[in-house]
């Protein structure tokens, strides 16, 4: 269920004083701050917005460029690189996946994910009669990105207490927020509903393969979602964002 | 309350006379409750929106406000205007307003607004097309609150400022005269082009005529030095050893070669790199830094400009955050215990 209404935006940072007080009174004063000044813009990783020439830009892009040019930009971080195997869906869910820290483990389950789906869709594909070969999708980045565009609800629940009574309202969820359902989804489904010996690559594999073609536990949780969201449709106009 | 006592009378009132028969026991019956009974969720309206009658009720209420003082004042309520209000006060109040609220917010600006608006609606009327000079976003910026505050002498809330920047905005939209023109440029402020900052360092040359390029970088505790040679096969050398050995991890690995795939100079180079301090993460990112600015003497200003863009120059800055006393970490606070 989603959290309540939308907070008010941060504050800028704070000096000292503040934080010995933040120290003292943590939930008076704001916490969300950071390193960079707030004038930093986030950077541009992608290599094909650079190596368009001027003359195609349009207008508008060249604005963009000529404000760019006098606004300081943040440090790309380390997971991200302008190589054509990085991939931002494929790094959040990296880091979703991954567990006190341990990145070194968390990517290479990832990869070992991505080569059984590989494998699995080779032997279907090498099995198959040569008119069904052209259907079957060997890829297993578009067959990642395609079962998570699957999985996304569509409109989720939020609780608001109206009269002392707590009503579930259906509400319609931002693009970020669908991502982040369905990454958590796959990845609860993973943990919990799986054998003891059954390793987790081959389990995220099957759920992803089964989520590709709109099938599994997964898309049977959204569905649920999208019912209950129908069923309390008469509480909809209780929502006031 | 005694709408609804009213009401019970009457019903036992209504009931008796209607009954035929002998005394019967007279039940009190309301036929509904209260207002105090239902209270009515003021908050769950969401706040006060402005709808046209609000608005026309606003100025309802302005205009018999300013016939009040003009009856006041003695003078004639039909023909009395903004600077006779402004005189009125000024005559009623000479220490002038004190209470924040009674004061009109950001009255010069608002007044520009409304004269760009007149001139631009004079224009419609003329029939001529509404010109709109491009003004050049990019090299300048709006004061901050700290310097508004300065020139104003005066305290601000975030709130405020906000709204302050945001009526400038709008005024730079619309067309204006040469007088709103001064009096945006009071509040803006010229900013230089980022990239004309750092010095770049011209192409050294050793024994063998091959080109190189030294640089240093950091990230949070390492100190990374990088020499990047020309004419090369893409070899790396971190500390003596070879990255392959160096660096088991493929993200670092990745991250070392990511200033020369975005340059398209993958096996041209080769780099010879001294690292220490830090953790296998940081001592990458170190020398992704150095052998960006390094990378910077071989290739020209545009490249150097998208480098900026990309995120490969700027110096990370964030570091560990302190534990704080009464915390057990930075943000984890200790288990809440109830007793």
């Not at chain 1, 020439?53 to 440090?75: D, M, N, R, T, Y």
């Not at chain 1, 494998?119 to 990105?145: G, M, S």
Request: net charge positive; aromatic share 8%; hydrophobic share 35%.
């Amino acid at each position: 269920m989603l959290p309540a209404r939308p907070k008010a935006p941060p504050r800028p940072r704070e000096s000292r004083a503040g934080r010995r007080l933040r120290a003292w009174l943590p939930r008076l004063t704001q916490v969300r701050w950071s390193r960079y000044n707030p004038s930093f813009v986030e950077p541009e990783v992608n290599r094909e917005l650079y190596q368009k020439p001027w003359e195609e830009l349009s207008e508008e892009e060249k604005k963009k460029f000529e404000l760019k040019a006098v606004q300081p930009v943040k440090a790309a971080p380390p997971s991200v690189s302008s190589s054509v195997f990085s991939d931002p869906m494929v790094s959040k869910f990296t880091n979703m996946m991954m567990k006190g820290g341990n990145k070194v483990l968390a990517r290479s389950l990832m990869s070992q994910t991505l080569e059984a789906i590989k494998r699995k869709q080779l032997e279907k594909y090498h099995k198959a009669p040569e008119d069904e070969k052209d259907t079957i999708e060997c890829n297993p980045y578009v067959i990642f990105h395609q079962a998570l565009k699957n999985c996304q609800p569509i409109i989720g629940l939020s609780s608001i207490t109206k009269g002392g009574k707590t009503y579930q309202v259906p509400v319609p969820l931002k693009d970020s927020r669908k991502r982040f359902l369905a990454m958590k989804w796959l990845i609860t489904e993973c943990r919990e509903n799986k054998n003891r010996r059954m390793l987790m690559p081959e389990k995220l594999s099957l759920e992803l393969l089964q989520a590709f073609n709109n099938e599994g536990p997964i898309i049977k949780k959204k569905h649920t979602l999208h019912k209950m969201a129908e069923a309390n449709r008469a509480y909809a106009h209780f929502r006031w964002w | 309350m005694a709408a609804a006592v009213g009401r019970v009378l009457r019903l036992g009132g209504r009931w008796s006379a209607a009954a035929p028969g002998g005394p019967r026991a007279q039940t009190l019956r309301l036929i509904y409750t209260t207002t105090a009974v239902q209270r009515k969720n003021v908050g769950a309206s969401g706040p006060e929106k402005y709808t046209e009658e609000f608005i026309k009720k606003q100025i309802e209420e302005f205009n018999l406000g300013k016939r009040h003082l003009a009856n006041m004042m003695g003078e004639d309520p039909e023909t009395f205007t903004q600077e006779d209000i402004d005189r009125a006060i000024a005559y009623l109040f000479p220490s002038g307003l004190f209470d924040r609220q009674a004061r009109p917010m950001m009255k010069e600006t608002y007044e520009k607004l409304l004269n760009a608006q007149k001139y631009q609606d004079q224009l419609t009327a003329q029939d001529l097309p509404p010109q709109k000079e491009e003004r050049n976003l990019a090299g300048s910026r709006w004061l901050t609150k700290i310097e508004l505050e300065e020139m104003l002498l005066e305290k601000l809330s975030d709130d405020d400022y906000s709204r302050f920047i945001r009526l400038l905005e709008k005024l730079m939209t619309l067309p204006c005269g040469d007088i709103e023109e001064k009096y945006i440029q009071k509040f803006s402020k010229e900013v230089p082009v980022q990239s004309e900052k750092a010095v770049i360092e011209p192409l050294k040359y050793d024994e063998q005529g091959v080109a190189f390029s030294t640089s240093e970088g950091t990230r949070k505790t390492s100190r990374a030095t990088v020499v990047v040679y020309d004419n090369g096969t893409g070899k790396i050398t971190v500390n003596g050893i070879d990255v392959l050995h160096y660096f088991p991890v493929l993200q670092d690995r990745e991250q070392l070669l990511f200033p020369f795939q975005f340059l398209d100079r993958v096996g041209k180079h080769d780099m010879v790199c001294t690292v220490s301090g830090g953790g296998r993460s940081s001592q990458a990112g170190a020398i992704r830094l150095a052998s960006a600015k390094a990378l910077r003497s071989f290739v020209t200003e545009k490249e150097t400009e998208f480098m900026r863009q990309a995120g490969l120059l700027t110096v990370d800055p964030r570091v560990k955050e302190r534990k704080k006393p009464g915390q057990e970490g930075a943000r984890r606070k200790f288990t809440w215990k109830k007793r």
